[in-house]
C-alpha cells in the first residue's frame, strides 16, 4: 500500500512551543502534501512539496522531505491554541490517480 | 467562488435502505475523488472520476457501492441495502487536474446506520 504514516499519533504541547510531526511513505511519488484537518470538518490544503524539493516554507509552516529516506516532516512554530487539529501528510503515486492519506496526527495546544 | 459542495450532511438510515451522497465539485474542476473516513482514522481512498468516467475505482467494495459524475449535475456516491459497518464520514474532493496540485475537499456527509 501506498499509504503513508503520520507519528506520532498524538501530540499535545504549550502554546507558543513548536510542533513537529513526521510521515513515512512507501513508494515514489509525484509531491508529497499536509492537510489539516478541524474535528468534524473537511480537510484543509496546508503545503505541497514535489518531489525535487528538500524544504518549503509557507507562515509558521515548514516541511522537508527526503526522497531517499521516503520521509517527510511538518514544524509548527510558535504554536497557537487555534492549531489544534488533526494533520495528515497524502502522496500522489508517480504512476497512479489517487491521493493517499497517512493516519493522522493529531496536535493539541493547550492555551 | 463556491467551494466543494457535500450534501446532505448528515444521514441516518436502517440497515437494508439506500444511501445517496451528492458532490458538486468547484467550478472548473473535473476531477472528484471519494474518501470514507472511519472515527479516529485517516481517509481510506475509494474512487476517482471524471465526467461521464469512473478513472480508478480501486478503493470501492465490490459489491453494493456505486459512483458516477454525469455530464451534468453532481457526483453520486451510492450505497445499496447498508449495514452498520458503512457508518462512515464521505469525503469528496475535486481538483483542476490529477497529480500536480491539491485537492479541494467538502464538508463531508455522515452516514449513520442505525
Known amino acids: 500500500s501506498q499509504q503513508g504514516e503520520e507519528d506520532p499519533q498524538a501530540l499535545s504541547i504549550q502554546e507558543g512551543e513548536n510542533a513537529t510531526m513526521n510521515c513515512s511513505y512507501k513508494?515514489?511519488?509525484?509531491?508529497l502534501q499536509w492537510y489539516r484537518q478541524n474535528s468534524g470538518r473537511g480537510l484543509v490544503h496546508l503545503i505541497l512539496?514535489?518531489?525535487?524539493?528538500r524544504e518549503k516554507h509557507s507562515g509558521r509552516l515548514r516541511v522537508t522531505l527526503d526522497t531517499s529516506k521516503k520521509s517527510s516532516s511538518l514544524l509548527i512554530t510558535a504554536s497557537r491554541a487555534a492549531d489544534t487539529a488533526s494533520y495528515f501528510c497524502?502522496?500522489?503515486?508517480?504512476?497512479?490517480?489517487?491521493?493517499?492519506f497517512g493516519t493522522g496526527t493529531s496536535l493539541t495546544v493547550i492555551p | 467562488n463556491a467551494g466543494v459542495m457535500q450534501n446532505p450532511r448528515h444521514l441516518v438510515r436502517r440497515r437494508g435502505q439506500e444511501a445517496r451522497l451528492r458532490c458538486s465539485p468547484m467550478k472548473g474542476h473535473s476531477h472528484v475523488y471519494w474518501y470514507r473516513q472511519l472515527p479516529e482514522e485517516g481517509l481510506k481512498f475509494m474512487v476517482y472520476l471524471q465526467k461521464e468516467n469512473i478513472i480508478d475505482e480501486s478503493g470501492m467494495p465490490k459489491e453494493r457501492f456505486s459512483a458516477e459524475f454525469p455530464k451534468e449535475g453532481p457526483s453520486i456516491l451510492r450505497i445499496q441495502q447498508v449495514v452498520r459497518g458503512d457508518s462512515a464520514a464521505y469525503f469528496c474532493?475535486?481538483?483542476?487536474?490529477?497529480?500536480?496540485?491539491?485537492?479541494?475537499f467538502g464538508e463531508g456527509s455522515r452516514l449513520t446506520v442505525l
Open positions: 513508494t515514489s511519488i509525484n509531491n
Open positions: 474532493a475535486s481538483s483542476v487536474r490529477p497529480g500536480t496540485g491539491e485537492l479541494f
Open positions: 512539496i514535489r518531489s525535487n524539493e
Open positions: 497524502a502522496t500522489d503515486a508517480i504512476n497512479g490517480n489517487q491521493f493517499y
